[in-house]
């Protein structure tokens, strides 16, 4: 059984920084996708980040292009989210998952694709 557990969120200001980690545990296929996903209240969850497994293709959302970057350690199963300039509005709860990639790589906004969800860590980004 797929077991995902995040960590690393936390309360910030504005402009800091916070690296999220995501352990993964009960599976053994590499050619997969592993993506960060955020859900502030009363907002719909989005996709953030997605890093395809067995090869480092990676995506972003616009709204953190250039602050965030995902990468993974495959040794560890461990799969980061390094958040820079961190915003007021970057303030949510990010949960780590794994999917599998469509015929044009990882793809965050095909909820489908993706089938195992972390319980979530909060980040808070204060003004």
């Known amino acids: 059984q797929v077991q995902l557990v995040e960590s690393g969120g936390g309360s910030v200001q504005a402009g800091g920084s916070l690296r999220l980690s995501c352990a993964g545990s009960?599976?053994?296929?590499?050619?997969?996708?592993m993506g960060w996903f955020r859900q502030a209240p009363g907002k719909e969850r989005e996709g953030v980040a997605s890093?395809?497994?067995?090869?480092?293709?990676?995506s972003y959302a616009d709204s953190v292009k250039g602050r965030f970057t995902i990468s993974q350690d495959n040794a560890k199963n461990t799969v980061y989210l390094q958040m820079n300039s961190l915003k007021p509005e970057d303030t949510a709860i990010y949960y780590c998952?794994?999917?599998?990639?469509?015929?044009?790589?990882?793809?965050?906004?095909?909820?489908?694709?993706?089938?195992?969800w972390g319980q979530g860590t909060q980040v808070t980004v204060s003004s």
């Open positions: 998952a794994r999917g599998r990639p469509s015929p044009r790589g990882c793809r965050p906004e095909l909820a489908d694709l993706w089938y195992s």
């Open positions: 009960g599976y053994i296929s590499s050619n997969r996708c």
């Open positions: 890093i395809y497994t067995g090869g480092d293709s990676t």
